[in-house]
Antibody
Framework: QLQLQESGPGLVKPSETLSLTCTVSGVSINSGTYYWGWIRQPPGKGPEWIGSIYYTGKTDYNPSLKSRVTISLDTSTNQFSLKLTSVTAADTAVYYC????????????WGQGTLVTVSS | EIVLTQSPGTLSLSPGDRATLSCRASQSFSSGYIAWYQQKPGQAPRLLISGASSRATGVPDRFSGSGSGTDFTLTISRLEPEDFAVYYCHQYGSSPPWTFGQGTKVEIK
């Protein structure tokens, strides 16, 4: 059974870099069957798509975050990662990793989410 | 970017009632690429509907989706106690960024 689990610091200082990892179990991220994505949800608000990556390394990013975001794969550990630079309080949110199937499909499996607070 | 506007913001209903949730897109896009999610406190969103009207695996048939163009609807035919939650629509039909609505909370009256 496919499972996703986020990990990383729960507190990041303003202007620093937020780094999160998603560990995938139950399927190889190299399979080519899925896209792997990051979605965040500020407290009390709707989700916001951050970006996604395919096993080839092809990425898509939300234009509103593109200048600050990097998503990468580590096939040796079956993980993918998110880096968000120059964070501010507006980046405080629950961050989810998720997967969607190849083709035009919605995200159908999500990790439990991890709260990241930006504060000094 | 396609903006999704959900209405109402809050729906106050009783178990057994019918719930009708609306999602309107700021522009028309690839038809049918709308999904609906249910989210309970402290949990990740759960996919209910994809392709505007196809129920995900394990989703009860009291949940149904409809719509086209820019107007989409999620209907819960008879509310069960476990259905009180926040619901989000999500479009994945246009080029990135894929977007979500701001949510409709279905609360117990």
């Amino acid at each position: 059974q496919l499972q996703l689990q986020e990990s990383g610091p729960g507190l990041v200082k303003p202007s620093e870099t937020l780094s999160l990892t998603c560990t995938v179990s139950g399927v190889s991220i190299n399979s080519g069957t899925y896209y792997w994505g990051w979605i965040r949800q500020p407290p009390g608000k709707g989700p916001e798509w951050i970006g996604s990556i395919y096993y080839t390394g092809k990425t898509d990013y939300n234009p509103s975050l593109k200048s600050r975001v990097t998503i990468s794969l580590d096939t040796s550990t079956n993980q993918f990662s998110l880096k968000l630079t120059s964070v501010t309080a507006a980046d405080t949110a629950v961050y989810y990793c998720a997967k969607r199937s190849f083709g035009r499909r919605p995200y159908d499996s999500w990790g439990q989410g991890t709260l990241v607070t930006v504060s000094s | 970017e396609i903006v999704l506007t959900q209405s109402p913001g809050t729906l106050s209903l009783s178990p057994g009632d019918r719930a009708t949730l609306s999602c309107r897109a700021s522009q028309s896009f690839s038809s049918g690429y709308i999904a609906w999610y249910q989210q309970k406190p402290g949990q990740a969103p759960r996919l209910l509907i994809s392709g505007a009207s196809s129920r995900a695996t394990g989703v009860p048939d009291r949940f149904s989706g409809s719509g086209s163009g820019t107007d989409f609807t999620l209907t819960i035919s008879r509310l069960e106690p476990e259905d009180f939650a926040v619901y989000y629509c999500h479009q994945y039909g246009s080029s990135p960024p894929w977007t979500f609505g701001q949510g409709t909370k279905v609360e117990i009256k």
